[in-house]
């Protein structure tokens, strides 16, 4: 038979032969025929390379005397008459003279042969006893490691079946090892949803391993919870580079894994909170703070964020408990995708009612959070606000709901619902904790805006009802007025008109603006226009109202205000004015560009010491008078001379109707999110039998300190 060998393994041709191992290389065997006398007859190349004699020197010669000592050849003797009187084997250690005088302790095992012709030899089989206590030591260590190593161990042979598994994967797959020899690793754990074979095979081809790849699944073991292993698959050679198969590690990393996964979620907790503060409550408007919380919680912690206020809290009576029904108001809805479970949510702006049995009243009513982990059918319609809702949160796949209160300042004022669709995991302990700590800083927020808008809209009555509601019946005069309020993040302002009819039928016209915001602001607004129209019933010049004015201002605590006082005559076709501060009121006049009125500017009201002076102009039938305060031209990013310009520009036809003409004027130059109140008053003169025409060379108008024109 011939034989050959094939990228190192020995074969032969029409068999495949084992291949050669590296082991007996490792011990050096040597062997030894003596014959019955104790001659040597045989004498291995091994032996030569053990004791030093040649095959020369040693046949021949009997084995006792060439490698004992004196000392030792009775006892060698004795053994070898029993081993060859008996035929039974004797193994132990002897101490062998070698060629060159030192003495070897040697391994022997010697047992009796017999030939054909019925004579017997003795076969000596031996090695260095050193290399094989050596061996047996790295044997018995080696086997210690693997059964004692608390990390499962396992190798699989060229076929990729179970040769070796210790019993710490044993434990790890729940699989007896008896049932693990001779199986593939699929065979063994079917349920695990990795694909070990390919990964293992080229392995087993290149050489290069694979280090801890990480493997979540679930074993016998432990069948309801994930683990997580760190796996590792080098390639096993012996000392000729035979290739014997695949070692394969696995350590269980799931306690890590998990403290990785806390940790990142605490990171990522730490960020949303951190994104909060920034996000929420950047103004006091309360549906703008109710939506930021909102689109705060989606994607990170839901799917679909709901904030819903009580009803009662936006009517002003929000109290420390609540029982009994919930009446919500929707406030913001946001969702991290297309979903119907936001479908299926209350519509900003829209009131509902919920039961005492439904999870949003008791969160409520509890004042303290409602989680349900793993939402079932029966609990749909205690989520849904009606069976519609029910069906589309069926078909969204709600699995997981989560509702916490909104309370601030010991008040309750809703609840923040969070709903779980596509995110797979149920809401936790964390979670809950996490919501409740967004919910409180949006709470406050809430609150502020929900107490800000009380605020304003108390200051805005009050404003408006202090304001004429009805413009008067005037002679040779037709008027038409504005007031806008400040956008809803910034509190009403004190500006305010005013047309009071005076003696000789002459009409006062004002416009003011009291620096400052809220409630107090239009106090003061109510004030003055109290006492302007005092002062105006005396039939005074303009200059003279407006020193008493200045008094009356200065008499308040740190108030400031800025005031166009002008009086018309109709009967003589002329226009007082005077200015405290105040920005120049425009002139349209027919057939003429319109233009602003180049007056004294004069100091504001509360300044105190400072004279003003009045201007005098004639005001003839079709001309009109345009008075308003900062808010109607003042901006941020344009420049004062830009804003007026264009506000001239609007007046360019002086026959359109004065209410058309106020309404162009606010929506050309006001902005929905405009911080300034706006007051807006245009008076435009109608004929009068008894008015006096000017003459053509009467200038525009004329001025004075302190005197009447």
């Known amino acids: 038979m011939v034989f050959g060998t094939v990228h190192g393994r020995a074969e032969r041709v029409g068999d495949v032969s084992s291949a050669p191992g590296g082991l007996l290389d ?74 060159d005088g030192h003495t070897r302790m040697v391994e022997f095992r010697n047992m009796r042969l017999e030939d054909g012709r019925g004579n017997f030899h003795a076969l000596g089989i031996t090695t260095d006893q050193a290399v094989l206590r050596e061996v047996e030591r790295n044997l018995a260590l080696s086997v210690r490691l693997i059964e004692q190593a608390p990390i499962g161990l396992a190798v699989l042979d060229t076929d990729l079946r179970f040769v070796t598994v210790n019993p710490a994967l044993e434990r790890i797959n729940g699989v007896p090892a008896a ?18 074979d390919s990964t293992t095979r080229q392995v087993l081809e290149t050489g290069v391993p694979l280090l801890d790849r990480p493997v979540v699944g679930r074993t016998a073991a432990d069948p309801d919870h994930e683990h997580a292993w760190s796996v590792s698959r080098y390639r096993l050679e012996d000392s000729g580079g035979r290739v014997l198969g695949v070692a394969t590690s696995v350590v269980d990393v799931t306690e890590q894994r998990r403290a990785e996964t806390e940790a990142a979620r605490a990171q990522q907790r730490l960020t949303l909170i951190a994104d909060a503060s ?63 479970a936001a479908r299926a949510a209350d519509p900003p702006g829209e009131l509902a009612v919920y039961d005492t ?49 909104l309370t601030a300042r010991g008040e309750i004022l809703g609840a923040l619902g969070l709903k779980r669709t596509g995110n797979p995991e149920p809401f936790t302990h ?81 416009v003011g603006d009291v620096m400052g915001s809220g409630i107090n602001a239009a106090a003061t607004m109510g004030q003055l226009r109290t006492a302007t129209r005092a002062f105006a019933d005396l039939d005074l010049a303009p200059t003279e109202v407006l020193e008493l004015l200045d008094r009356t201002t200065t008499r308040l605590e740190e108030t400031i205000t800025t005031c166009a006082y002008a009086v018309y005559d ?7 004015i005077c200015l405290a501060g105040h920005l120049p009121p425009a002139l349209a006049r027919p057939g003429r560009a319109p233009r602003l009125l180049d007056l004294p500017p004069g100091a504001p009201l509360g300044v105190g010491g400072i004279p003003f002076r009045t201007a005098t102009f004639d005001m003839v039938p079709g001309d009109q008078l345009i008075l308003y305060t900062d808010g109607l031209v003042e901006t941020r990013d344009q ?64 001025a004075g300190a302190g005197t009447h024109a």
């Open 430 to 510: 964390d979670d809950e904790v996490l919501a409740g700590e967004l919910a409180a800083r949006a709470a406050l927020s809430i609150d502020n805006a929900r107490w800000y808008r009380s605020q304003r809209h108390a200051a805005l009555a009050l404003q408006r009802h202090l304001l004429p509601q009805q413009p008067p019946r005037l002679v040779g005069l037709e008027i038409a007025s504005r007031y806008q309020p400040a956008a809803a993040a910034v509190e009403v302002g004190g500006d305010w008109f005013d047309a009071i009819p005076l003696a000789g039928d002459k009409t006062a016209l004002v």
């Open 357 to 405: 049995d439904r999870l949003a009243a008791q969160c409520v009513n509890l004042r303290r959070p409602v989680r349900v982990p793993r939402v079932e059918g029966r609990d749909l319609p205690r989520i849904a606000r009606c069976p519609r809702a029910v069906e589309l949160l069926a078909r969204a796949g709600l699995h997981s709901y989560l509702a916490v209160p």
């Open 278 to 340: 920034l996000r929420i409550g950047t103004t006091l408007d309360l549906e703008r703070t109710a939506r930021e919380l909102a689109e705060v919680c989606v994607p990170d912690l839901a799917d679909v964020a709901t904030v819903d206020v009580l009803d009662s809290v936006l009517q002003g009576h929000a109290a420390e408990t609540h029982e009994g029904p919930a009446r919500f108001r929707a406030l913001a809805v946001a969702a991290a995708g297309p979903t119907e």
């Open 639 to 702: 420049p004062i001379d830009r804003r007026l310009n264009t506000l001239l520009s609007l007046l360019d036809d002086p026959g359109r109707p004065l209410e058309e003409t106020c309404d162009r004027l606010l929506h050309a130059l006001r902005q929905p999110d405009d911080h300034d109140d706006v007051a807006l008053l245009i008076a435009r003169a109608r004929p009068t039998p008894t008015a006096r025409p000017p003459g053509p060379d009467t200038p525009l108008f004329s």
């Open 570 to 576: 109709p009967h003589r076709a002329q226009c007082r």
């Open 179 to 196: 049932d693990h020899l001779g199986r593939r690793p699929y065979e063994v754990l079917p349920h695990l949803d990795i694909d070990v």
């Open 26 to 99: 490792v011990l050096g065997v040597a062997a030894v025929v003596l014959d019955a006398s104790g001659r040597i007859v045989l004498w291995s190349p091994q032996a030569k390379d053990l004791f030093g004699y040649t095959a020369q020197e040693a046949l021949g010669q009997y084995a006792a005397r060439l490698l004992l000592e004196e000392k030792h050849l009775g006892q060698a003797a004795e053994l070898f008459a029993r081993v060859m009187a008996s035929g039974e084997s004797w193994a132990g250690g002897f101490p062998i003279r070698c060629k």
